[in-house]
């Protein structure tokens, strides 16, 4: 349970750090790939059953 509700709000910042918004186009896809990077582990944690 724990895992997919942290797996959801992880998905939903993932989505909030696309660069699309004027003030953030700067910043490039660094956020994006951090938190996709945290998206990735949290997955792997969930599906071998340690989360």
């Known amino acids: 349970m724990l895992g997919t509700i942290l ?16 003030h953030s186009r700067a910043w490039g896809y660094g956020p994006t790939g951090g938190l996709g990077l945290v998206v990735i582990v949290v997955i792997v944690l969930v599906l071998t059953g340690v989360i």
């Open 7 to 22: 797996l959801v709000v992880l998905i939903l910042l993932l989505i909030g750090a696309l660069p699309t918004w004027p």
